[in-house]
């Protein structure tokens, strides 16, 4: 591959890696930002430089399936930002988790994972990874006895994420990695809800770190793709079995834009983790407000960890209300500006109903065990000024009241 660009000053902060860790600097126009290289192929000078790319024996990009300079340029950023030697991207955080993952398992392995994480890892690990042999065990990741426990002789992986989809429930990373730093058991960490900004699992002790870099990294609700940074070894074999061959490669355009939207991810991280602050102290204020999960609440349990692990409260706030789900619809059904949808990290704010929506690939008992309740709703604050969500979530909140007054 290309090794003509800047290599990453260890020096630099993140707000400047961000825009300058493993940039080109090839373009023969002296482009400011680096060029797309919107291409499926690249050509061969000869057939024996093709046998050669081939067989490894000659730098170069071959097939961008298998890699392609902007997709390159984007691996090199987030391997510096999360610490690692190397990454890879990939088209989805799905496909990232898979391939990360099925990367080191085979039928027979076992596998142990946070019973709180995004639906569709919940499905992923349950569901398909049992399909194929490997079996899943979902645990309470801070009880340190019962980790022990549940570790077998074929255990080969631990999955988690922190802070988790949809509530917040954070993992102490370090205490995981004591449990199994004995064993060959790779311990492979979601980082999407904290951004490497915020939290760099790589020093607790994660050998893998995956993002689903639609949400914070991406920043402009305009992408759907995945990020994994591991070390060289790691993350070659991702490459060179999961990726390579089920194909879950991002496109170079998702690439351009994900080092387009990066370029902001400091001030925007700033600005989300500010609004969601205010948020959380209007929804604390609130007597219809029931419970609220969010990092920055004094009893949350992520203040211990706070400082150390991760150093920012993020911009996803939990909450229940006082009431039963079709309250909870009602309420939803009200928002005037606040955006009714899935995902998260966008500027514009986005609400949803986790039991019938982001996790409603869990079993009712699963979602039950891991704290999901029918009346939770997950709000992803936005960039918007603070005052106007403020005003909307009031308003709603307050339609509600007398709706369920009217009906009392
Ligand atoms: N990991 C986490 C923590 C996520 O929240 C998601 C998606 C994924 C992985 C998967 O990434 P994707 O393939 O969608 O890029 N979370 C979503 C959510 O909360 N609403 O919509 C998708």
Not at 106 to 113: A, E, F, L, N
Not at 126 to 151: H, M, P, Q
Not at 243 to 251: E, H, P, Q, V
């Amino acid at each position: 591959m290309s090794s003509d660009f800047k290599k990453n000053n260890n020096n630099w902060q993140p707000a400047t890696q961000v825009i300058h860790a493993g940039e080109s600097h090839d373009d023969p126009h002296g482009a400011l930002t680096s060029p797309l290289y919107q291409t499926s192929t690249f050509k061969f000078s000869s057939a024996e430089q093709g046998s050669r790319r081939f067989a490894g024996e000659e730098e170069g990009y071959i097939y961008s399936r298998l890699g392609n300079p902007t997709t390159a340029e984007l691996e090199r950023r987030m391997a510096s930002l999360e610490g690692y030697e190397a990454a890879a991207a990939a088209a989805t955080g799905m496909g990232a988790i898979a391939a990360a993952t099925m990367a080191f398992v085979r039928s027979g392995d076992h596998i142990v994972v946070s019973d709180a994480i995004y639906g569709c890892s919940f499905a992923l690990f349950s569901e398909l990874f049992e399909r194929f042999g490997v079996e899943a065990d979902f645990i309470d990741l801070n009880d340190e006895g019962l980790l022990k426990k549940t570790l077998r002789d074929n255990t080969r992986l631990v999955f988690l994420e922190t802070p988790a989809n949809p509530h917040l429930k954070v993992v102490d990373i370090e205490k995981v990695h004591a449990v199994i730093a004995e064993y060959d058991i790779r311990l492979v960490v979601d980082n999407t809800f904290m951004t490497p900004l915020m939290q760099q699992p790589k020093r607790h002790g994660a050998d893998i770190v995956v993002h689903s870099a639609t949400k914070f990294l991406n920043g402009h609700g305009d992408v759907v793709a995945g990020i994994i940074c591991g070390s060289d070894d790691d993350i070659n074999t991702i490459k060179s079995t999961t990726l390579k061959d089920m194909g879950a490669t991002i496109s170079p355009h998702d690439a351009w834009l994900i080092l387009r939207g990066l370029k902001t991810l400091d001030v925007r991280m700033q600005r989300h983790c500010q609004n969601a602050d205010a948020v959380y102290q209007f929804l604390a204020g609130r007597s219809d407000i029931e419970k609220i999960y969010y990092p920055g609440s004094p009893d949350h349990e992520a203040q211990a960890l706070m400082g150390k692990q991760m150093t920012s409260n993020g911009a996803v706030i939990a909450f229940e209300l006082d009431g039963d789900e079709a309250k909870a619809r009602y309420f939803l059904n009200q928002l005037q500006m606040i955006t009714l949808a899935v995902s998260l990290g966008d500027a514009e704010t986005l609400i949803q109903h986790p039991a019938s929506m982001t996790h409603s690939p869990y079993t009712a008992e699963a979602r039950a065990k891991a704290g999901i309740s029918d009346t939770l709703i997950r709000i992803a604050v936005g960039l918007e000024a603070a005052d106007d969500i403020i005003f909307d979530l009031e308003q709603a909140l307050n339609a509600c009241q007398i709706q369920w007054q009217q009906s009392a």
